[in-house]
């Protein structure tokens, strides 16, 4: 009965061990939060990296890779250390061990675990631990998304003066990349809409959206493993993920929009600036 139970739904076991693993991962990061960090820098003064970040890769990449001995890996701090980010059809996971290194490092109290499985390049689970908030987000491709085991819902606003925006300024401040940021910002709070916000974590902004709580997030420069989990706990939501340009979305492409409706999508696409940045699966 097992066994036939496995054939029907083969990823459950992967879910299981990936929450299980995300949630002490939380522990781990909360714990450390209490703690004075060792902080380096990599890309720009802005892109920060904590010996915690490393430490939190290794120990979820060694569980999986115990558990799951032929899946592939696509890690922040793994690929930082020269490791390559394709993505194959192998069931891959991908992984952000600390979305919101500069927030964990001010200790400002959005950060979180990101754990994203795809099969066939086709995202399977998405998981993003919120874990100051003590927030498990969860998905499966075709089962919904859930917060603490609560379904979870877009709110459905179609209407762009009337929605609550989500980005960031990210890490890149080289000044023609911060004005395009800065000007894209200005072009949709005038349009007039409600707001822009900014929590300093992809994966947490992602969820916000997914929860009815912000109707879109956009941002260019950011990762795979940014990405991965979220905007499938978007769609599931109900939410659309789309490119910035308004095309189909791409894990590699380092840019995504999300949103309550696909008019808001569109609308934003219409709207910002692209500003171009290398794809995840090409080498410098």
């Known amino acids: 009965m097992a066994s036939k139970c496995a054939a029907s739904d083969p990823w459950q076991d992967c879910m299981e061990v990936a929450v299980a693993i995300a949630r002490k991962a939380g522990a781990v990061i909360c714990d450390a939060m209490r703690k004075e960090q060792t902080v380096q820098i990599k890309s720009s003064p802005a892109d920060l ?25 696509i890690g922040e701090e793994s690929v930082a250390d020269g490791a390559a980010s394709v993505l194959t059809d192998n069931p891959t996971w991908i992984i952000d061990p600390i979305d919101g290194t500069t927030n964990f490092v001010h200790r400002f109290p959005f950060v979180a675990v990101s754990i994203g499985f795809s099969v066939n390049k086709q995202s399977e689970i998405g998981i993003v631990y919120s874990c100051m908030e003590d927030k498990m987000y969860t998905a499966r491709r075709g089962q919904g998304a859930f917060c603490n085991g609560q379904q979870l819902k877009v709110s459905g606003q179609e209407d762009i003066s ?11 401040r080289t000044p023609e990349v911060l ?6 910002m200005e072009k949709l709070i005038s349009i007039p809409s409600h707001g822009v ?10 969820c916000m959206v997914a929860t009815g709580g912000a109707d879109a997030y956009y941002e260019m420069g950011i990762h795979c493993w940014d990405m991965a989990a979220a905007t499938l706990i978007v769609s599931e939501a109900g939410g659309v993920v789309l490119d910035i340009s308004g095309g189909p979305f791409d894990l590699m492409s380092r840019r995504v929009i999300v949103a309550s409706s696909r008019a808001i999508a569109e609308r934003i696409a219409k709207e910002v600036q692209i500003i171009p940045f290398q794809r995840d699966d090409q080498k410098e």
Do not use: Y
């Open 197 to 206: 916000r900014a929590l300093g974590t992809a994966a947490v902004n992602m």
């Open 162 to 172: 009337k929605a609550l925006i989500v980005t960031e300024l990210g890490s890149n």
């Open 179 to 184: 004005k395009t940021v800065l000007s894209n």
């Open 49 to 73: 990296v904590t010996e915690t970040d490393q430490n939190v890769e290794k120990m979820i990449i060694g569980t999986l890779k115990e558990k799951f001995p032929s899946h592939s890996f």
